[in-house]
């Protein structure tokens, strides 16, 4: 159940299987099993039951603080902005797009981020970081669960211990010399 804290509402649920898409949108024709989408200056709490194994699509979010426990499928975040995501464990792909001024906390076989600007990832990646028409990026490791059970959803994810939260690829950017689009913290 997602259950959601804010000046006007007590609670809400997530769409099931909901459309995606809009103009412009890298992965516009992505459908999610678990989809929120509108709102504003909430906090966000989605269960874990609702969302193992599941694609999760969170959509047009602002000054949000998101809670996602447990592992995820893969999880598509677009157009989000000043929001704090601390999500579990994604044994497939994260894929973000027009985010900016948020922070995410997250743990993933693979990132990819398109036209993202002025946002901090705490990462664990078992892969490379893939950016493209982004800046202000900062990447640091993963050093915090941000929820009970995190370590035995790690384990049950089978991603492992490697990470490679500062090795990331700007397609922007082939010079041998460091992108100017992103940094490490």
Do not use: M
Not at 29 to 58: F, P
Not at 75 to 82: A, E, I, S, V, Y
């Amino acid at each position: 159940v997602v259950s959601s804290q804010s000046s006007g509402s007590s609670g809400i649920n997530a769409e099931y299987g909901a459309p995606a898409g809009g103009e412009g949108d890298k992965f516009s024709k992505y459908s999610g099993d678990v989809v929120v989408t509108d709102r504003a200056s909430e906090t966000l709490h989605i269960s874990r039951d609702q969302t193992t194994g599941k694609d999760v699509l969170l959509r047009n979010l602002v000054s949000c603080t998101v809670h996602i426990p447990g592992v995820l499928g893969t999880l598509h975040c677009t157009n989000c902005t000043n929001c704090t995501f601390i999500i579990g464990v994604i044994s497939g792909s994260l894929f973000l797009e027009r985010c900016s001024k948020s922070t995410f906390t997250v743990t993933c076989q693979q990132a990819r981020i398109h036209t993202t600007e002025d946002a901090t990832f705490y990462i664990h990646v078992t892969s490379k970081a893939i950016i493209e028409d982004c800046k202000g990026l900062r990447f640091g490791e993963r050093k915090e669960a941000g929820y009970e059970g995190y370590l035995e959803d790690l384990s049950a994810s089978g991603l492992g211990e490697k990470n490679n939260w500062s090795d990331v690829d700007d397609f922007n950017w082939l010079n041998k010399e460091q992108s100017p689009n992103w940094t490490t913290i």
